[in-house]
Nanobody
């Protein structure tokens, strides 16, 4: 499974961005998928995860109510809608997939994609 994140950019605080995670190779329609971010000099953290059916989602408190993860298995694509962005949301955003949804939530997916940079200016 190969994953590639798209949609990053520069946005002002309070703005919105939508990231996409496209895949090639094996389908991700039966995998859990997560979005992670890493800011300079900080550890990588999960910001959202979704089960392969879409029936389960996870968000840490830092983004709950502002970020929404969704998936379209017919397009092998997972999305991350980010609203009310804050400067502390700045970082490189990565999508990742795993055969175990709980492992994805725990930060241990099987496949990592290349990231896309999100910069939120104050």
């Amino acid at each position: 499974v190969q994953l590639q994140a798209f949609g990053g950019g520069l946005v002002q605080a309070g703005g919105s961005l939508r990231l996409s995670c496209a895949t090639s190779g094996r389908t991700i329609s039966t995998t859990g998928v997560g979005w992670f971010r890493q800011a300079p000099e900080k550890e990588r953290e999960i910001v959202a995860a979704i089960s392969w059916t879409g029936g389960d989602t996870y968000y840490p408190d830092s983004v709950k109510g502002r970020f929404t993860i969704s998936r379209d298995n017919t397009k092998n694509t997972v999305y991350l809608q980010m609203n009310s962005l804050k400067p502390e949301d700045t970082g490189a955003y990565y999508c990742a997939a795993g055969w175990s949804y709980s492992a994805v939530v725990a930060g241990a997916p099987d496949y990592w994609g290349q990231g896309t940079q999100v910069t939120v200016s104050s």
